[in-house]
């Protein structure tokens, strides 16, 4: 029994190393390739093991996802409510906003460039997506709140959206590198600008709702 419990840690040990090289280099070929061309085989030849070694690790392609997202969200900047930390006006909400997910798309975009493509074609991706759509909407609401009292405006928070999508971000960054400003500046300015507007059309509302009103009272 003795000579077992010696070699059981080495031989997880050994287990975690390959699963580690098997994670990188799912990783790398994401990055190069995509998902959808990217097989069990080329995995196993990055990571020089064997093809059923890969399946040992990851049987389902889903599995291989988790595995892959999960370390390369790790290493990612921070994209929670944190990145408010000391901003409580709206334009330095805003600013706060832009420079998080403009840091956060710099990091994925060797990911993101295609998974935005392959979505439709690998749940997966879909759902990774709409969990990225959902946590840019809760950090846009805490970023407006100081602007809006209520919910804000269906149509300002579309337009917002719009204008945070990667795909949006990912056309700035090119005119970026062709000498143009900082995407993060953009879209501060872009997302100030929307804000502002619909600040002034509530106001414009509220202003006829209280003029409205005083007329109804009067005798």
């Known amino acids: 029994?003795?000579?077992?419990?010696?070699?059981?840690?080495?031989?997880?040990?050994?287990?975690?190393?390959?699963?580690?090289?098997?994670?990188?280099?799912?990783?790398?070929?994401?990055?190069?390739?995509?998902?959808t061309r990217t097989s069990?085989?080329?995995?196993?030849?990055?990571?020089?093991?064997?093809v059923p070694t890969v399946y040992n690790h990851f049987p389902k392609i889903s599995d291989l996802l988790a595995a892959c997202g999960g370390n390369v969200l790790a290493g990612a900047p921070p994209l929670g409510p944190e990145i408010f930390a000391g901003a409580d006006d709206l334009d330095s909400r805003l600013g706060a906003l832009a420079r998080a997910l403009s840091a956060f798309y710099r990091y994925a975009a060797p990911?993101?460039?295609?998974?935005?493509?392959?979505?439709?074609?690998?749940?997966?991706?879909?759902?990774?997506?709409?969990?990225?759509?959902?946590?840019?909407r809760k950090l846009l609401d805490l970023a407006l709140a100081p602007a809006f009292s209520r919910r804000p405006p269906?149509?300002?928070t579309a337009l917002c959206e719009i204008l945070l999508d990667f795909l949006a971000w990912q056309r700035l960054a090119r005119d970026e590198e062709a000498g143009g400003e900082a995407?993060?500046?953009?879209?501060?300015?872009?997302?100030?600008?929307?804000?502002?507007?619909?600040?002034?059309?509530?106001?414009?509302?509220?202003?006829?709702?209280?003029?409205?009103?005083?007329?109804?009272?009067?005798?």
């Open 40 to 50: 069990y085989a080329q995995i196993a030849e990055r990571a020089d093991v064997a």
């Open 1 to 35: 029994m003795s000579p077992r419990r010696y070699h059981a840690p080495r031989r997880r040990a050994a287990s975690e190393e390959t699963r580690r090289r098997i994670v990188d280099a799912v990783i790398e070929l994401h990055a190069e390739q995509g998902v």
């Open 111 to 136: 990911w993101l460039r295609w998974t935005v493509h392959e979505s439709v074609l690998v749940r997966e991706l879909a759902d990774r997506l709409r969990g990225m759509a959902e946590g840019r």
């Open 183 to 219: 995407v993060e500046t953009v879209l501060a300015r872009g997302l100030l600008a929307l804000a502002r507007e619909h600040m002034s059309e509530v106001e414009h509302t509220r202003s006829e709702e209280r003029i409205t009103l005083r007329r109804g009272r009067r005798p």
């Open 154 to 156: 269906d149509t300002l």
